[in-house]
């Protein structure tokens, strides 16, 4: 694409401080009238503030935004809808209790002389969303859907406001397989009508698939913009990063490595749903020093699983898990815990984080019994604690004592990353460790995962990336409809391979 055009957007100089955090320094580019422009760069470059700015969220900034030939400041985000600018948060900001068409009017409901036209509302509501291929019903209360329909409500509320520009933070990080080819749709479609498209997404294949051109920023600053058919995947990531990033060394399973945790036959009830399962006679065995990873789509029990094994999950499993050689039958976290468990969950919000606390309790919450003596719990040593884990695990932040909330969201996920470390756990579930998660940082937890192996740490890992997975797993099993479907060898394991597992169904 030439930009022999106007640009539709001019971000010139642009800089924004947090205390002493400059999340923004000077940086200066342009989006093309009707382009998708991928923005990438590391957890904390900036990508999420600088497109708060752009889209009204966030009024009190340096520099200038110049928007269709005109000097603008948004003092919020009616202000830049009113310019047909629409965003679509990475952490979803909907009002859960409200329903759907109200959620999509919200603001600018449709009045008549005797009120709201609801009916009215359900009817545009329902259309727009038809046109997104979805039937997910106007009345719906938005916080009983799941995250990818509420981000289609979302598309569907800036596709009623005539967004122009529509902004999309990371929005495939939390969708089934499904729902992301839905996506893809939705924005050809979208592209097709002229609308220019501002895409964040730590994901490189998808970023190639989608963009005509890609920025890259770094600590803050601009780095360069280039034509998707200029460059690659490699050369974005050193862009990114600053430096090339080394595969990590693999380390041999040493042969006859004693078993650490033996799965037999483990079953979990699906009360109402029709398959009657979540999980059905999984089995499994995990050796001291392994990493095993368990692929399968989304739904397919990996989540259920890890829950199961961390004592997590709302019902009781049933059959065996046995840990060392010896019967467990957690009803707690706290119990797994106490047998040397740690899990890194999935879904980072609702149930990892501590949203009201600093980085130091959100990183020592589980390990204050060591920093403690006699129950009171030592501020040095767990300032200490907090400190280590933010060096090893580079986390980017103002401190120990920042807001959690003042994260981005990839060094959020390094905080629990760092939690689960610090209870030095015999075995580790990582539920998808990487979602949200930066190129570097990813490199890092291969190779801290790695070394915690070496350290003779068993492993379990799930992602939502099967190239990740090959990379990182000594075994792969793979799970279908709650069942395993596949069981390969590292030097067995294909992409190819896991997919036809993973698409397998077993008779009932
Ligand atoms: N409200 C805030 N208060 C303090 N610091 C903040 C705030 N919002 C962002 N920051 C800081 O600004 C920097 C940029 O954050 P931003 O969320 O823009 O990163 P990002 O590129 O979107 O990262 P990610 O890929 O993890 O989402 C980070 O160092 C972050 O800690
Ligand atoms: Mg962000």
Same mark, same amino acid.
């Given at each position: 694409m030439q930009l022999a055009t106007e640009p539709i957007i001019s971000i010139r100089s642009i800089g924004k401080q947090f205390g002493a955090v400059?999340?923004?320094?000077d940086v200066s580019f342009d989006i093309a009238p009707g382009e998708l422009h991928a923005v990438m760069g590391e957890n904390g470059a900036g990508k999420s503030t600088l497109m708060k700015i752009l889209s009204g969220?966030?009024?009190?900034?340096a520099g200038e935004l110049w928007v269709k030939g005109q000097l603008v400041r948004f003092s919020g985000t009616r202000d830049a809808e009113a310019m047909g600018i629409s965003i679509i948060h990475q952490e979803l900001n909907m009002v859960?209790?409200?329903t759907v068409a109200a959620n999509i009017f919200l603001g600018r409901e449709i009045a008549g002389w005797a009120g709201l036209k609801q009916s009215e509302m359900n009817l545009q509501a329902r259309q727009l969303l038809s046109e997104l291929e979805s039937n997910i019903s106007?009345?719906?209360?938005?916080?009983? @859907? =799941?995250v990818g329909d509420q981000q289609l409500v979302e598309i569907a509320k800036a596709l009623s406001r005539r967004a122009e520009i529509l902004i999309m933070d990371?929005?495939?990080?939390?969708?089934?397989e499904t729902e992301v080819a839905r996506l893809y749709r939705v924005i050809d479609r979208l592209r097709q009508r002229g609308v220019t498209i501002i895409y964040i997404s730590h994901k490189m294949d998808e970023v190639f698939r989608l963009a005509d051109r890609i920025t890259v920023l770094r600590d803050g600053r601009f780095v360069q913009t280039l034509h998707k058919s200029d460059t690659s995947a490699r050369q974005i990531a050193h862009l990114m990063v600053g430096r090339d990033i080394e595969p990590s060394v693999r380390h041999q399973l040493p042969a006859g490595a004693p078993v650490v945790l033996e799965v037999k036959n483990l079953s979990l009830p699906w009360p109402g749903?029709?398959?009657?399962?979540? @999980? =059905?006679n999984v089995s499994l065995q995990l050796h001291r020093g392994e990493v095993l990873g368990i692929a399968g789509?989304?739904?397919?029990?990996r989540t259920e699983l890890l829950e199961c094994l961390f004592g997590a999950s709302s019902l009781q499993p049933q059959g065996n898990i046995l840990i060392e050689g010896r019967q467990h039958a957690f009803t707690h976290p706290s119990q797994a815990m106490q047998s040397g468990i740690a899990m890194v969950t999935e879904d980072r919000k609702r149930l990892?984080?501590?949203?009201?606390?600093?980085v130091r309790d959100n990183i020592t919450v589980c390990s204050l019994q060591e920093a403690s003596q006699w129950g009171v719990v030592n501020r040095t040593q767990e300032y200490q604690a907090a400190n280590a884990q933010i060096k090893s695990l580079h986390i980017k932040t103002?401190?120990?004592?920042?807001?959690?909330?003042?994260?981005?969201g990839g060094n959020q996920q390094k905080c629990i990353i760092g939690r689960c470390m610090l209870?030095?756990?015999?075995i580790l579930l990582l539920d998808?460790?990487?979602?949200?998660?930066?190129i570097g940082a990813k490199a890092e937890l291969y190779r801290l995962m790695e070394q915690l192996a070496a350290e003779g740490v068993a492993i379990l890992v799930t992602s939502s990336e099967l190239p990740e997975l090959l990379t990182v797993s000594d075994r792969i099993i793979v799970l279908s409809e709650g069942e395993v479907t596949g069981h390969f060898n590292r030097d067995e394991a294909t992409e190819q391979k896991i997919m036809e597992a993973a698409t397998r169904q077993l008779p009932a």
């Open positions: 400059q999340a923004l320094d969220v966030q009024g009190d900034y859960e209790q409200l106007p009345r719906a209360l938005v916080g009983s @859907l =799941r990371e929005p495939t990080s939390a969708l089934t749903h029709s398959r009657g399962w979540r @999980l =059905r789509l989304m739904g397919a029990g990892g984080l501590f949203l009201h606390q600093t103002a401190g120990p004592e920042a807001a959690i909330t003042s994260l981005s209870t030095r756990p015999k998808d460790p990487t979602r949200g998660v930066d």
